[in-house]
């Protein structure tokens, strides 16, 4: 050989923490409970329209105490998770049918895709109706909201699969495994992960609303109790619960994500 | 070098799209000795990747024999490697595991293997790398490292090199020919680059479009290693060179006419 390529690799650079980085996404929510304290604390506003930050501080802290707010917690969470773990079981088997097959596609696909229009909400007093205020229908509503992302995300990510990459996996004889493990998969995670972030998403919000239409337990349940006696406090300990709950969920898919998507070659901004 | 690995018999291959019906290939006759290293080369759309797929297996809707080692071809098989224009690596693989493909590492019979053909390819350090991290030549290497694992009698080979600078191209061009020494694998390579064709090949094929055919087959009698610089390599492209142009002209002429 005459012709000498030489390419070594860098040492990869050490990771530094930088504080300010971290500081950022701080800034604005710090600048903004300081206002919010001093506007109560100065009696600009009457408590029960906006309780001091503080206020809403101790009321957590009786709540947790008294175990009130765990109560509701666990109830909301298990309507959540199971009405979520339903939507996304059927949306990955159906989206992966649709995927894999045109046959599949064409019969069931028009039919979800007619029913993804009908916003819904509007079909909260249907359910009413039919399975009365009970468990089932809030848990029902909730897959019904998780599943439709999950099914369009999945069905989307098989097809994006790119043609020339299962052609290879052709000519290198992988087994329907190897096909489904080393190519469809992978490349179709941007968008699974995608479906199942905003599956999260609605999975939360038709909690919320199913609780408050008439419930006896769970953090909407809570809200709506304590709207009634106009006990603000309790209704912002709600809020900031299913903001932090919403956030979690969130971040842990998000992380995720860009752990398993760090083969990518995107923009960064 | 007697035996024939590859058997082409009027074959045919016709393209019927909504609103017209495509010849892409007329009775195709070709043989190919086990061990040899054929290259194609011909005008744009005279059907050479058309050709190369069918014999890989890709497309198997084609009138004619095509027998690989006395088998009519009827779908991929690990007999046949194939190397794209573009590397198409799979862009969530590491290197190693891009070479490994649906075999596991964790196997050292494997692991010793790939590792073996990092080397061959230059590539030793980037292991680990993913695609994005590669240069277009780099990539390209991993793929031919990719094919040569599952070691095929035969590589099929569609402008490999294309997107290669001219460096590049001539170091890939030894490391072939080194692969083809010491493998003894029958090669088919397909270029756009008349010299690439002669510096290469024991023969050329000369495909002519409209429709698809083979013009002519100008054996190349110059040992190996091959120097460009040497008379007999000049005059070997000229010969080519002289035949290409007929072919070039003809197919102008023919287009004029549409
Ligand atoms: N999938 C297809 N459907 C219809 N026609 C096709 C298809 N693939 C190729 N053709 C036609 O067949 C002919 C040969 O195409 P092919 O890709 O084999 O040419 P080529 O010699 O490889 O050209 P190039 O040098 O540009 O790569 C062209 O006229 C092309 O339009
Ligand atoms: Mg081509």
Not at chain 1, 105 to 117: A, F
Not at chain 2, 62 to 75: C, F, H, P, T, W
Not at chain 2, 105 to 114: F, H, M, Y
Not at chain 2, 200 to 219: A, D, E, F, T, Y
């Amino acid at each position: 050989m005459t012709v000498e390529i030489s390419e070594k690799l860098s040492e990869p650079q050490k990771k530094k923490i930088n504080w300010l980085n971290v500081t950022y996404p701080w800034i604005v929510p710090i600048v903004i409970v300081i206002a919010w304290q001093l506007v109560g604390s100065l009696g600009f506003v009457e408590e029960h329209i906006l309780p001091t930050p503080s206020k809403i501080l101790t009321t957590f802290g009786t709540l947790l105490g008294n175990g009130e707010l765990f109560y509701h917690l666990t109830v909301s969470g298990q309507r959540v998770l199971l009405g979520f773990a339903l939507g996304v079981g059927v949306g990955v088997l159906l989206g992966v049918m649709t995927g894999f097959s045109r046959l599949a596609q064409e019969v069931i696909d028009p039919s979800l895709q007619m029913l993804r229009t009908v916003p819904l909400l509007a079909l909260i007093p249907l359910f009413i109706l039919w399975f009365g205020v009970g468990e089932f229908g809030k848990v029902f509503m909730i897959s019904i909201g998780a599943f439709f992302p999950v099914y369009v995300n999945f069905f989307l990510g098989i097809r994006l699969v790119d043609q020339k990459l299962i052609e290879v996996s052709e000519i290198l004889q992988f087994s329907f495994w190897g096909k489904l493990t080393k190519v469809i998969i992978p490349s179709a995670l941007p968008n699974i992960l995608l479906g199942i972030r905003l599956a999260l998403g609605t999975s939360w919000l038709v909690l919320v609303v199913g609780e408050m239409m008439g419930t006896s337990a769970g953090i909407g349940y809570m809200i709506q109790d304590a709207r009634a006696y106009a006990q603000t406090d309790i209704v912002f300990v709600g809020l900031v619960m299913f903001a932090l709950l919403g956030k979690c969920s969130d971040s842990l898919v998000y992380a995720i994500e860009r752990k398993s998507l760090k083969w990518r070659d995107t923009f960064k901004g | 070098m007697s035996e024939r690995a590859l058997v082409i018999e009027r074959l045919n291959k016709i393209f019927t799209t909504p609103n017209e019906r495509v010849v892409a290939l007329r009775e195709i006759d070709l043989q190919v000795k086990q061990g040899e290293f054929i290259t194609v080369i011909g005008p744009s759309g005279c059907g050479k990747s058309t050709l190369l797929k069918i014999v890989a297996g890709l497309d198997v809707e084609y009138d004619g024999k095509v027998e690989l080692n006395g088998q009519q071809i009827k779908g991929p098989s690990l007999e046949k490697g194939f190397i794209f224009q573009e590397p198409r690596l799979f862009p969530w693989l590491t290197v190693e595991k891009n070479i490994a493909g649906d075999q596991s590492l964790k196997d050292p019979k494997v692991r010793g293997k790939v590792h073996e053909l990092i080397r061959l390819v230059k590539l030793e350090g980037f292991e680990k790398a993913y695609p994005k991290e590669l240069s277009g030549g780099m990539a390209q290497r991993v793929s031919i490292a990719r094919a040569l694992l599952r070691k095929p009698d035969i590589l099929l080979l569609d402008e490999p090199f294309g997107a290669l600078d001219a460096f590049t191209r001539s170091h890939m061009q030894e490391v072939l020919l080194n692969i083809w020494e010491t493998n003894k694998t029958t090669m088919i390579f397909v270029t756009h680059d008349l010299d690439e064709a002669v510096f290469l090949g024991q023969r050329v094929v000369i495909m002519n479009p409209r429709p698809g055919h083979i013009k002519s087959v100008l054996p190349i009698e110059l040992s190996f290693p091959r120097k460009r610089s040497s008379l007999a390599f000049q005059e070997m492209r000229r010969t080519v060179l002289n035949e290409f142009e007929k072919v070039e002209e003809e197919s102008y002429t023919v287009g004029a006419g549409i």
